[in-house]
Structure formats: structure tokens, C-alpha cells
């Protein structure tokens, strides 16, 4: 199994930037993607970002093309999540995830899951 530990998140304003970062440890070999999703309060989770673990492939949620990019060193056992221009709407918790599958934009899709890290985008 595979453990996942997300942090950088915090307090921004509007068009303020933050970097998240997830850690991963334990059985990572059968891994495929690594995503990250997120929910605001009353919300239900969504799909944010994701990439393949070995390799260069990226693919992002429509609302955030062109502000996050996602990023990861293997080596590390670790992937990022750059957030720039951030939006009140950007307010949630932000989780780290990893699947073994090939399909990276479903939440059932994934079978590990971090415990989360707050982010909030307020003036």
C-alpha cells in the first residue's frame, strides 16, 4: 500500500500562489498516476490535476488550465502542485492520491489517498 502525506497549504490572497507538495511512501511500484483533487465545504470532491508517475504526461481540470501546473520527482517519491492567479473559488481541501489504473479522472479510480491540506484563498 501506498501512504501520502500533502502539505504547503495556508492562507493566500486573491492572485496569490502556493506549492503543494506530496510525499509518498510505502509499495509505490504498481503506481500509474498521481492526482490531485479537491473539496470545498458542501462540495463534493473533484478532480484538479494529475500525472503519470513514470513520464511526462500532465492533465488538468478546466477551471484550472493555465494556473496550476503539477509536477513530480520520482526519485523523491514526490509530486507538486504549483497554484498561481488563486481565486476565492479556489478555497478547499486539497488531497493527494494514487492509483494503479489507467484512468485518472475518477475519484473511485484511486486507491490511496492523503489526509488532506487546507487551502484558502481569502483578502
Known amino acids: 500500500q501506498v501512504q501520502l502525506v500533502e502539505s504547503g497549504g495556508g492562507l493566500v490572497q486573491p492572485g496569490g500562489s502556493l506549492r503543494l507538495s506530496c510525499e509518498a511512501s510505502?509499495?509505490?511500484?504498481?503506481?500509474?498516476?498521481m492526482g490531485w483533487f479537491r473539496q470545498a465545504p458542501g462540495k463534493e470532491r473533484e478532480f484538479v490535476a494529475a500525472i503519470k508517475w513514470i513520464g511526462i504526461s500532465t492533465y488538468y481540470a478546466d477551471s484550472v488550465k493555465g494556473r496550476f501546473t503539477i509536477s513530480r520527482d520520482t526519485a523523491k517519491n514526490t509530486v507538486y502542485l504549483q497554484m498561481n492567479s488563486l481565486k476565492p473559488a479556489d478555497t478547499a481541501v486539497y488531497y493527494c492520491?494514487?492509483?494503479?489504473?489507467?484512468?485518472?479522472?475518477?475519484?473511485?479510480?484511486?486507491?490511496?489517498w492523503g489526509q488532506g491540506t487546507q487551502v484558502t484563498v481569502s483578502s
Open positions: 510505502g509499495r509505490t511500484f504498481n503506481t500509474y498516476y
Open positions: 492520491a494514487a492509483t494503479r489504473g489507467t484512468n485518472y479522472y475518477t475519484e473511485v479510480s484511486y486507491n490511496s
